[in-house]
């Protein structure tokens, strides 16, 4: 079992930045693969960003290159997504996932609700 809490969403203007961050515990967070989506409403959950357990290798939705950054710290078992440059479009929830096999998210935040007001 491993439980996720999301922390650092708010109200911010277009433009701005945020950071959000989710903190693991559990099963030791170095062995899984962690990414983040948000959903927003009327809409179908979708994918953000992803890193792997090593942090080496990271991945982005088209809509978030160049503007977002995923990250982790094992040694406090947390990771980062820095948004930058956001835009209305990027109103949703979002969430922090963890698993242990690629492409397999089997657990969830909570979420934190992200704003951008225009």
């Known amino acids: 079992q491993v439980q996720l809490v999301e922390s650092g969403g708010g109200l911010v203007q277009a433009g701005g930045s945020l950071r959000l961050s989710c903190a693991a515990s559990?099963?030791?967070?170095?062995?899984?693969?962690m990414a983040w989506f948000r959903q927003a409403p009327g809409k179908e959950r979708e994918f953000v960003a992803g890193?792997?357990?090593?942090?080496?290798?990271?991945y982005y939705a088209e809509f978030v290159k160049g503007r977002f950054t995923i990250s982790r710290d094992n040694s406090k078992n947390t990771v980062y997504l820095q948004m930058n440059s956001l835009k209305p479009e990027d109103t949703a929830v979002y969430f922090c996932?963890?698993?242990?096999?690629?492409?397999?998210?089997?657990?969830w935040g909570q979420g934190t609700q992200v704003t951008v007001s225009s």
């Open positions: 996932a963890a698993g242990a096999v690629a492409g397999n998210y089997a657990y």
């Open positions: 890193i792997n357990w090593s942090g080496g290798m990271t």
């Open positions: 559990g099963r030791p967070f170095s062995r899984y693969d």
